[in-house]
């Protein structure tokens, strides 16, 4: 079983935000793969279906960002998933708007949610699926992340947010290496 968790914060205050792209790729992969996001458990609100013929638990974690890694944790444990099933989806402030960085592992960079996700796991070993957001030119990084795009940058982002739904199902399909090889840049 995959299991394929978007950051971002609950509440509808912060939907179409920065920091929630994770959940907006989530809902994306849900609506194209008819899986229903209505359960809530392990902090999480999750949705159970199959994606390219492979079983598929799609999560959107309730604990707000910085505190995501509980939730992931207690989901691969009940689960007993394999660390290199678990795919991350999240925004990323290094990469420009519109760009799309996936890797098979690593640090967790100046990202919150993902440095909580890899102390809560205690391993870095898994996929993820950045999505570029840019950096601030000037003011509050915490006021940008939270903050809703600008109308010339939202055309970007949801070819990317679209982008990063067509790669976490070439990683489930055909294999992280092609889905590197297809959508990273």
Do not use: C, W
């Amino acid at each position: 079983m995959y299991v394929i968790v978007g950051l971002g914060n609950p509440g509808k205050q912060y939907a179409f935000t920065r920091h929630n792209v994770g959940f907006d790729a989530i809902d994306l992969l849900a609506k194209a793969n008819n899986i229903s996001m209505n359960k809530v458990k392990h902090q999480a609100v999750i949705g159970e279906g199959r994606i390219n013929n492979q079983k598929a638990l799609l999560v959107k974690p309730t604990t707000y960002m910085n505190l995501s890694g509980r939730s992931v944790r207690d989901i691969v444990n009940f689960y007993k998933v394999d660390i290199e099933k678990l795919i991350v989806i999240y925004d990323d402030i290094d990469t420009e708007v519109g760009k799309l960085r996936i890797r098979q592992k690593g640090s967790a960079g100046t990202h919150n949610g993902m440095k909580s996700i890899i102390y809560e796991m205690q391993v870095d070993q898994f996929p993820r699926v950045r999505i570029g957001v840019g950096k601030p030119q000037h003011g509050n990084l915490a006021d940008f992340v939270l903050g809703k795009f600008t109308k010339e940058d939202r055309p970007f982002v949801d070819e990317s947010i679209e982008r990063a739904t067509k790669a976490v199902e070439a990683i489930i399909k055909e294999g992280i290496d092609i889905a590197m090889n297809r959508y990273n840049g």
